[in-house]
């Protein structure tokens, strides 16, 4: 079984701090996606990496696929109110079809 | 908007019923996956479908089926339900079954087994 360890479970900053979010497995992925998640909506996907080592910039988010594909990281730049949700990492394994493994989810409050 | 459709939004029934879960996928996509969302255990891949036939199956009870139909919506069908069904079930769609693909999921169908 294949399982993706998310930290923190949840996380509550001022507005202007940065952070990080992490996704960690003992499994080997093909690519690892993150998705952001708004209450009473699913998951939107905001970025997939592929490649080991592979950085990725989405405006004020910065996303990292570790050299041995098995993590990711998330960090967020002067984090804004905009910025609240769930935040939840999937990694893809492909066996004749994809299977998507999700995190538990980072629940991320950003205060005014 | 994902583009998925998914129907009801909202489900209250009692334990033993069994109920019907709708979704249609983006116009062209052809695969078609369900998850299960509960507090303790995060997003759950429960089946794909690719084109009318099963491509891929996850965590999905016996109790639970899925199909796929010509015009590529899907029904997930949960029987004998139990309390501990109650949770937001996800559809998600994507073009086809290759590795990588991007997947649109849908708004969810919420089911509370009282």
């Known amino acids: 079984t294949q399982l993706l360890e998310q930290s923190p479970q949840f996380l509550s900053i001022q507005e202007g701090e940065n952070l990080t979010v992490y996704c960690n497995s003992s499994?080997?992925?093909?690519?690892l996606q993150w998705y952001r998640q708004e209450p009473g909506e699913g998951p939107v996907l905001l970025v997939t990496?592929?490649?080991?080592?592979e950085v990725k910039k989405l405006k004020r988010l910065t996303f990292q696929f570790g050299d041995a594909r098995k993590d990711s990281s998330l960090h967020i730049t002067a984090a804004q109110p905009g910025d609240t949700g769930l935040y939840l990492c999937?990694?893809?394994?492909?066996?004749?079809?994809?299977?998507?493994?999700f995190g538990q989810g980072t629940r991320l409050t950003i205060n005014p | 908007d994902s583009g998925v459709t998914q129907t009801p939004k909202h489900l209250i029934t009692a334990t033993g019923q069994r109920v019907t879960l709708r979704c249609s996928p983006r116009?062209?996509?052809?695969?078609v996956y369900w998850y299960q969302q509960s507090l303790d255990q995060g997003l759950q891949f429960l089946i794909q479908?690719?084109?009318?036939?099963?491509?891929a199956k996850g965590n999905i009870l016996e109790r639970f089926s899925a199909q796929q139909f010509p015009d590529l919506h899907s029904e997930l069908n949960l029987s004998s339900l139990e309390l501990g069904d109650s949770a937001l079930y996800f559809c998600?769609?994507?073009?086809?079954?290759?590795?990588?693909?991007?997947?649109?999921f849908g708004s969810g169908t919420q089911l509370s087994v009282l």
């Open positions: 998600a769609s994507s073009p086809s079954a290759s590795r990588d693909e991007k997947l649109f």
């Open positions: 499994s080997v992925f093909s690519s």
């Open positions: 990496v592929v490649t080991g080592g």
């Open positions: 999937a990694g893809a394994i492909f066996q004749g079809a994809q299977k998507l493994v």
């Open positions: 116009s062209g996509d052809l695969s």
């Open positions: 479908y690719y084109n009318g036939e099963e491509r």
